[in-house]
């Protein structure tokens, strides 16, 4: 059984940055894939970054060149640091572990960002 806990996420103004963090408890090894999803108001949850075991990211379109997904295998780690920070970047982030179908999801943390 893997549980995950987000952590960092608060209020900041548009063009500022934040970290957010997950650890993982449980055995999370090689077949899993890492990720942060977010939730805005009113829209679907979306993927915003992955990452594998060898460090190989993805990025959606809209943070890429803005946020940074980086994976500690040794700690069950995970963080998304985010710079440029957009209005319409205001969502719950969650956080994500995937082995196959099956997914583990954390609680999520609110990240809020003014105009």
């Known amino acids: 059984q893997v549980q995950l806990v987000e952590s960092g996420g608060g209020l900041v103004q548009a063009g500022g940055s934040l970290r957010l963090s997950c650890a993982a408890s449980?055995?999370?090894?090689?077949?899993?894939?890492m990720a942060w999803y977010r939730q805005a108001p009113g829209k679907e949850r979306e993927v915003v970054a992955g990452?594998?075991?060898?460090?190989?990211?993805d990025y959606s379109d809209s943070v890429k060149g803005r946020f940074t997904i980086s994976r500690d295998n040794a700690k069950n780690t995970m963080s998304l640091q985010m710079n440029g920070l957009l209005p319409e970047d205001t969502a719950i982030y969650y956080c994500?572990?995937?082995?196959?179908?099956?997914?583990?999801w954390g609680q999520g943390t609110q990240v809020t960002v003014s105009s």
């Open positions: 994500n572990a995937a082995i196959g179908p099956i997914n583990y």
């Open positions: 449980g055995r999370i090894d090689s077949r899993y894939v």
């Open positions: 990452v594998k075991w060898s460090g190989s990211t």
